[in-house]
């Protein structure tokens, strides 16, 4: 059996009750926890999500206007009208780069800020935990869930984000 499948069945057995059923609950409290940690946050994912929409417009709008440049040559349009095509799709161009690089660095502000809020959650946990917890937990395991779970966690998030703007 491969890791990845091991994974899964992971995943799917801590999702279900034994008999076979969802388990809904779990889902609404990870969710509830996912958006606690979204809600500082949430001006930056909602002009993120615009600005994904508007670089979504805009890659649309691109084609046609082309497409009616293409009609205006074959025709013989004007060339005022040919030309001014043509400066409004080079403006569209720059701002869809601008608009790109905003949902860039909106998503990467985001994800370093969930990643940072998350490594304090963890760290004020971790300092409220017994010495006993500390003598009985492995020190690689401790950073390996510092470091690694956390960021999982953060690129999860982003992920998601992204491609949920990128599906709709």
Known sequence: MSMESVAWDMMYKSSTSPDGKRLRGDRRTTLRRISGFAGPHRRRIALFLVLSVFTAVLTVVTPLLAGRVVNLITDSGSEAMIVG?????????????????????????????????????????????????????????????????VIGAQRAFSDTLSMSCRTS
């Open 85 to 149: 095509l043509a400066v409004t799709i080079a403006l569209i161009a720059v701002a869809e780069a601008a608009a790109g690089i905003g949902v860039r660095w909106l998503s990467s502000n985001i994800g370093e800020g969930l990643i940072l809020d998350l490594r304090r959650a963890v760290f004020d946990h971790v300092q409220r935990m017994p010495v006993a917890f500390f003598t009985r937990t492995r020190t690689g395991a401790l950073v390996s869930r510092l470091n690694n779970d």
